[in-house]
């Protein structure tokens, strides 16, 4: 595997389904992201790790749980969503964290709540 | 605080034409500007930047952007677009902390034959 791999590809979940995404990057890379991209409103960041320590929040519901075990692997836990929270989920890395420092990401899970 | 509008959700060319997409910003300072694509069923990809020194920026796939501080813009060229162009043009300002990106909207464009 190379760059940036998101699992799964596609997820429907019920309301009261519990579900988590994973993201894995094979870039070396020590700051990791999770960001929302729906259909209505441009790309949003969600969270923000650098070396397995979240950095940002931005204002994301407790209902969205990240975790980062080690600077290769995001999680992004999920519980009791709403079908507003259908959206398309990128994960993303870079080297450092800075913002100007180019983020490699990767193809997304298309998360479709019911 | 800092945004990004990118005035056109659709364009439409003919394979082999000139291409530019439209990209607005408001910030105070001198900005850090970027231009990701993302083809259908990928993750965004960089074209190019620009943080300072040549107003005109090269990218990969024959892209450049050109930066005009007096209009708050740096819209994306590409002089003959190739049908496999067709995907969604993402334009992004760092914010004023620094801290991480702001996108617009998306233009998402299509490659007539």
């Known amino acids: 595997e190379t760059g940036v791999t998101q699992t799964p590809r596609h997820l429907v979940m019920g309301m009261t389904n519990k579900k988590s995404l994973k993201c894995e990057q094979h870039?070396?890379?020590?700051?990791m992201y999770w960001y929302k991209q729906s259909a209505k409103k441009p790309l949003e960041l969600m969270f923000v790790y650098n070396f397995k320590e979240q950095t940002e929040n931005n204002s994301v519901p407790s209902r969205f749980s990240p975790e980062c075990p080690n600077s290769s692997h995001l999680f992004l836990h999920l519980h009791t969503l709403q079908p507003e929270d259908s959206a398309l989920y990128l994960c993303?890395?870079?080297?450092?964290?800075?913002?100007?420092?180019?983020?490699?990401f990767g193809p997304g899970t298309r998360l479709t709540v019911l | 605080a800092q945004s990004v509008t990118q005035p056109d959700i659709h364009i439409t060319v003919s394979e082999g034409a000139s291409l530019e997409l439209r990209c607005n910003y408001s910030y105070g300072a001198t900005p850090y500007l970027f231009w990701y694509v993302q083809s259908p069923g990928q993750g965004l990809q960089l074209l190019l930047k620009?943080?300072?020194?040549?107003?005109l920026v090269q990218g990969i796939k024959g892209f450049e952007a050109e930066f005009k501080r007096s209009q708050s813009s740096f819209n994306l060229r590409k002089p003959s677009v190739h049908w496999s162009d067709a995907a969604e043009y993402f334009c992004?300002?760092?914010?004023?902390?620094?801290?991480?990106?702001?996108f617009g909207g998306g233009t998402r464009l299509m490659v007539k034959p």
């Open positions: 993303a890395s870079s080297g450092r964290l800075a913002a100007y420092v180019e983020q490699f």
């Open positions: 620009y943080f300072s020194g040549d107003t």
């Open positions: 870039l070396g890379h020590n700051a």
């Open positions: 992004a300002v760092v914010n004023n902390a620094g801290n991480m990106l702001t």
